[in-house]
Structure formats: structure tokens, C-alpha cells
């Protein structure tokens, strides 16, 4: 073509020199026409064509695709290839227009390919399985073998040499390779046993003092997990500290489907006394007790009559009940009769060892749901009746010395 073109320069008259530059030139435009308009008819019909396809399907999956601009690089495919069918006019430079031509298509595929994976992900996660078996790890894992390959056969395609050498020093370099992919390798063996052995799955709520993290995972990837705090900050953990650190998950307690309280009340021990004829008839008016303390006179008075003791002498002679101990099977009661709490898991009321602070009063039971602001409610709920309710059973809440006792006692 070039020396048809430079034959009819010079017959017309033109300088042999300048009617090869002048030929070459023409070529080199004329491919350049066809390459853009191999792209236009791709990128302006072909490509427009099937989007909308697409786009109006009923399926949504191909929607992702889309998105994620899988079909946009191809359009850059027919361009070089007619590039690389043109290269023949240039004999001269033919071998380096197509090795440059061959390798800028390996790198088109390679990142077609890229996000082909980055959409099945999109689409995998649309599906309740990935929860439990992300698979976005593998796919980086994967995208980063293809990238490797794709680099070996462009840089053996531009040095032509088979890609086979170049394999075999990277086998030399293995040492190194693997001090550079360290981190890949690692989050790899930690992302198949987190998978394997269900550790983590996306939405679990996790706690991870050591990273500052108290919240909900949003990401699992081969390198980070990331997890979004209630304060809504993001923390970023290598995936392969979920491994060598412990951390908490609570996905065990959605899963039971009750959440714990685990909460004390401090009973001024000055308060705690026997309960007298008078203070037994006002708690018998309470419903909740009425048939404990009923139960509980008839087995004491069995109790000191068949050991004859004589209480009158002294009220700590035998057995008697106390407030603190009626308080105690009141709140019991309470709890086991209160509408929001799990029938099916534990519910108890204990006292712990003594402190300071006073006698503390542990309440320890299972709210039915699990979302935070209702089990937040349920367990406020409970304690202002418990608070308001001590009173009544002529006993008194620990509490600092504040400015207000300070000037009641006149100081």
C-alpha cells in the first residue's frame, strides 16, 4: 500500500524522500480512521445496543454487570485489533506494532475480567448464603493470579521470549515473592478458616477491644474486615488478626434470640431487718407474695415448733423472714411474671458478697428480643419498678453522700 502510494507521488513529480514520508503518513492516518471507527460502531451501536438489552430485561442480576462497567472496556478490543491486522504496512516496525497491540488486548481482558469478578461478587452478595461464605477473599485471591499472569505474558510478548522463562526465574524468586505476598498469603489461610470454621459472616456484631472495634462487620475481603462502630466510624482489621486475636461475636445471642441482663442494685445493709406481725400483713396485700409469705409462716412456725425453740425471748432465736429475703422473691416473682422476658432461659435474683457500696442485689435473666433500643427499654422498664418498689419493703438504696444529704443533716 505504502508503495503504491509513493509510486503515484512520484509520478506526479513529487521528491522520491518526500513521497515515502507523505505515503507512510497517509497509511498511518488511514489506519488511525479505521481504528476510530471500529470503535465508534462498537462503542456507539454494538455496545449501546446491548445495554439497553440490558437495561430493559426483566433479570436484575444483569444489572450489576452495568454498574460495574463490565462491557465498557471491550469496546477499546476491535480498534487494536485492526491495528494489529494493519501492522503489515509498516513491515519495518510490524513486530513491535503488534507485541504492543497483542499486550494492550491481554490488558483489556484483564481488567474486563477484573470487574466481571468485582459484579459476581455484587451479585453473590445479594444472596443470603454470603453471610455465611463470603467469597470475596477467593475472588481477590484470583484477580491477583490473573494480574501476575497477565503482567508475565505482556512483559514476554514485548521482550519476545516465551513466557516460560520468565516463570522459572519468578520459581528462583520464590523467597521474595512470598515476603512481598505476605499478607495476601496470610489473610487467605485466615479468610478459609474464618469461612470454614463460621467464625464471621457480614452483619455479625463483633468485639475487638484491641482494634477499637464494637460493632457491626460490613466487609470481608482477603486483606481488611471492616467493621462499622454504633458511633458510625469504620475500623479496619487485617483479616488475618481475626485469627491470631480473640475476639467476641454476639451473633450467639441473636441466634438464642434473648439478651442478657446482668445488672445490681446495692441495698444499704442497715436497712435489712426481721420482718415483724405488722410488716408481713402490708406485704401479704402484695399480690405477687401473698402466697410466699403464706407458705413460708407455715413452714417456719413448723420449723421452730418441732425444735421448740422459743422466739420470744429474742427474734433472732429460729427461723424468720426478712425484708431483704422478701424483697428478693418479690422481684423474682416479678420477673418471672413480666411479659417481655424469655420463658425459656434462665431468670434469677442473687445476692452477692457485700462491699462497701452495701449488699448487691443481682438481677439476671433474658429479655425476648435482641435489638438494642428495645432491650434498652424493656431493662429501664424493669429497674424503675424495682427502684420505686424497695421502699415498700422498708429498705434503702446505697447511695454517696450528695449536697442535698449534706444540708438535710444541717452541715
Not at 175 to 201: D, E, K, P
Amino acid at each position: 500500500m505504502i508503495e503504491y502510494v509513493r509510486n503515484l507521488l512520484v509520478s506526479r513529480g513529487i521528491n522520491e524522500n518526500l513521497s515515502l514520508m507523505l505515503a507512510k503518513t497517509a497509511a498511518a492516518i488511514g489506519i488511525i480512521a479505521l481504528s476510530c471507527l471500529a470503535h465508534i460502531i462498537t462503542e456507539k451501536f454494538l455496545l449501546k445496543a446491548l445495554k439497553h438489552y440490558i437495561s430493559k430485561s426483566k433479570a436484575k442480576w444483569d444489572d450489576v454487570f452495568l454498574e460495574n462497567k463490565v462491557l465498557d472496556m471491550l469496546s477499546h478490543v476491535p480498534p487494536v485489533m485492526v491495528i494489529h491486522a494493519l501492522a503489515p504496512v509498516f513491515p519495518t516496525y510490524q513486530g513491535w506494532i503488534q507485541r504492543i497491540a497483542f499486550s494492550y488486548i491481554i490488558f483489556v481482558s484483564a481488567v474486563t475480567l477484573s470487574r466481571l469478578l468485582d459484579a459476581v461478587d455484587v451479585i453473590y452478595r445479594q444472596l443470603e448464603i454470603s453471610k455465611t461464605r463470603p467469597i470475596k477473599g477467593y475472588l481477590q485471591v484470583v484477580k491477583i493470579f490473573m494480574s501476575i499472569t497477565a503482567a508475565v505474558v505482556i512483559i514476554s510478548i514485548i521482550i519476545d521470549r516465551s513466557p516460560w522463562i520468565l516463570l522459572s526465574g519468578i520459581g528462583a524468586a520464590t523467597a521474595i515473592l512470598i515476603l512481598i505476598f505476605q499478607n495476601s498469603i496470610l489473610g487467605l489461610v485466615a479468610s478459609i478458616q474464618l469461612s470454614t470454621n463460621n467464625m464471621l459472616r457480614i452483619g455479625d456484631w463483633i468485639e475487638m477491644p484491641s482494634n477499637g472495634a464494637d460493632g457491626e462487620v460490613i466487609d470481608i475481603s482477603l486483606h481488611t474486615v471492616k467493621v462499622q462502630n454504633w458511633d458510625k466510624t469504620i475500623v479496619t482489621i487485617p483479616t488475618h488478626e481475626m485469627i491470631s486475636k480473640s475476639f467476641k461475636n454476639w451473633r450467639g445471642m441473636r441466634e438464642a434470640g434473648g439478651r442478657r441482663i446482668k445488672r445490681s442494685i446495692y441495698i444499704d445493709v442497715t436497712s435489712i431487718k426481721f420482718c415483724d406481725e405488722e410488716m408481713l400483713n402490708k406485704y401479704k396485700k402484695i399480690q405477687y407474695i401473698e402466697e410466699y409469705i403464706k407458705r413460708k409462716e407455715e413452714e417456719i412456725k413448723r420449723y421452730n415448733e418441732e425444735r421448740g425453740i422459743d422466739d420470744s425471748a429474742s427474734i433472732v432465736n429460729g427461723r424468720h423472714l426478712t425484708n431483704i429475703g422478701t424483697f428478693r422473691a418479690y422481684v423474682d416473682q416479678y420477673l418471672k411474671n413480666h411479659p417481655r422476658l424469655n420463658r425459656n432461659m434462665i431468670s434469677m435474683v442473687r445476692q452477692l458478697q457485700p462491699t462497701e457500696h452495701g449488699l448487691p442485689l443481682e438481677i439476671y435473666a433474658f429479655t425476648d428480643v435482641t435489638a438494642w433500643t428495645e432491650y434498652e427499654a424493656i431493662q429501664s422498664d424493669i429497674f424503675d419498678h424495682i427502684l420505686a418498689a424497695i421502699p415498700e419493703f422498708d429498705l434503702r438504696l446505697f447511695q454517696e453522700p450528695t449536697g442535698y444529704d449534706l444540708r438535710r443533716m444541717g452541715m
